[in-house]
C-alpha cells in the first residue's frame, strides 16, 4: 500500500493506546432480533435453542480471544470483560459472533428486573390475551412484587422456579483449579497492578498460554454476590491463580 494511492487509507489508523490495568467492557448487543424470533417462532420471553445458541457463540470468541477474561449474556445481549483490547479484537469479537448467529445474542441485577417485567408482559398478552399497549398499561409503575403476585395469582407461575439461565443470564469465564482468595489478601487490583509489574515478557505469554489452556465454563448464577469473585480471583487479576 505504501507509495501507492490507496496509502491515505494509513491517515484513518487510531493509535489503540490504553491506560495499564485498565479492563475494557465491550458490549454486543442484538440485531434484527424480532425478525430472527419470528422467523424461528422462539418462545417469549425466553427461548432455550436461543440461550444456547448466544452461550455457544460466546464460549467461541473466549477460545479465539485469550485476553477475554469473561462474558455475561442476557436477552439478546452479552458484555465481555477484557484486559486488553484493540480494534482488531473488538473487530473480531463482532465478527465471531455474527457467524455463529450470535447477533441473537446483558448485566447481573439488570438482567433480573428485565426477565421479571418481560416474564409478566407475555404472560399478559399471551395467556390473558391483552393487547401489548394494554399489558404495558397495567404494568406502568409496579414493583417486583406487583409482578411477582401478578404471576402467581393471574397464572400459577412462580417466578423462583423460572430456569436459573432465563432468572440469572448465562456467565461464560475460563475455570482454573486454584484455592478461593480470602478475605485478607490483597484486592483483585492491587493484585492485578502488583503481578503486570513484576511479570517478564516470557511470564505474561507463559500466563497467556495458561488461558488458552483453561477450561472454558457457562454457569447461570448471581454476579452481584462477592462469593462469585472470591472464588475466581484470576478474572480480576493479571493471569490464571
Known sequence: MANSRYEYVKSYEKCDTLLPSTYIVVRI?????HKLSSRYRFAKPNDQRALHLMNAAANGVLMELPDICM??????EFRYLGSTATTDVMRFMVTALSSRKGATCSSGEKGHINNLYNTTFWALVEKAGLSSTQAEKDLKGSVAADKNEILFSRFGINYN?????FRKGSVVYRNYDVPARSLGQDSPDERRQ???TAMSKTQ???QRKKRVKASIVVEHIDLINDEFWRRRPWLLSAGPG
Open 29 to 33: 448487543d442484538g440485531r434484527g432480533f
Open 194 to 196: 502488583r503481578d503486570e
Open 204 to 206: 505474561r505469554e507463559k
Open 71 to 76: 462474558a455475561y449474556g442476557v436477552s439478546d
Open 161 to 165: 422456579n423460572e430456569l436459573d439461565m
